[in-house]
Each structure stands twice: as structure tokens, then as C-alpha cells.
């Protein structure tokens, strides 16, 4: 199950995203828990994958207001960062930031067991 200390861990900004939960800790744990399952993950990699950049983009600012609301810094610094990328319609290999992303959802949802 996971807990605040499992988070500072991790390298979340426990204190940031409980300020925005109003101190509710149950209420923020409870949104943290669901994020690892959030669909926009699946869909950053399908349209990634599919050269869809509009739709990619769109998946990447979702999670990008999600995690950043929720202060999971690791996952969020890298999704500012494919974002902004998308934004700008850039042209390049997304595949190493997406791992990058993968991962840190996958480490998350790991502190969920």
C-alpha cells in the first residue's frame, strides 16, 4: 500500500501535493494510486508510436496537469519536457523520454504493492 514516506522516496513533492489536496492525506494517496492506470500513458505511447503528434500532445499535456497537480516530480519533470517538445511539433526520437516516462510510472505503480 502505498504511504507519504514511500513517496518523499520516490522523490515526490509530498508537502506541495498535500497543500494541494488541503492536507486531506487520504484524498491525495487515493488520487496518487490512481495515476499509474491513467489512460493518457497508453494513448502517449500509441500516438507516439503512430507519428500522431497533435494527439500525442495532447495525452502529454493531460498527464502533464495530472502528475504536476499532484507533485510526482519524477514523473512530471520528464512529461514537461515531452510536452514541450510536442508543442512544438518537433521532430525527433521520443522513444527515450518515453522510457523514461514508462518507468517512472512503472516505479510508482510498484509503491502501490
Known amino acids: 500500500m502505498i504511504n507519504i514516506d ?16 488541503m492536507g486531506n492525506e487520504t484524498l491525495f494517496l487515493r488520487l496518487v494510486s490512481i495515476i499509474p492506470s491513467e489512460k493518457n500513458f497508453v494513448l502517449l505511447k500509441e500516438n507516439i508510436e503512430a507519428n500522431d503528434l497533435g494527439s500525442a500532445f495532447e495525452a502529454a499535456h493531460a498527464l502533464k496537469g495530472i502528475t504536476g497537480n499532484l507533485a510526482l516530480t519524477p514523473l512530471y519533470e520528464p512529461i514537461v519536457e515531452i510536452t514541450e517538445l510536442l508543442r512544438a511539433r518537433t521532430e525527433t526520437d ?4 518515453l522510457s523514461v516516462i514508462l518507468t517512472k510510472r512503472k516505479e510508482l505503480e510498484d509503491l502501490m504493492n
Request: some cysteine; charged content about 20%.
Open 6 to 21: 514511500a513517496l518523499k522516496n520516490y522523490g515526490a513533492n509530498v508537502e506541495e501535493g498535500l497543500g494541494r489536496c
Open 94 to 97: 521520443y522513444s527515450p523520454l
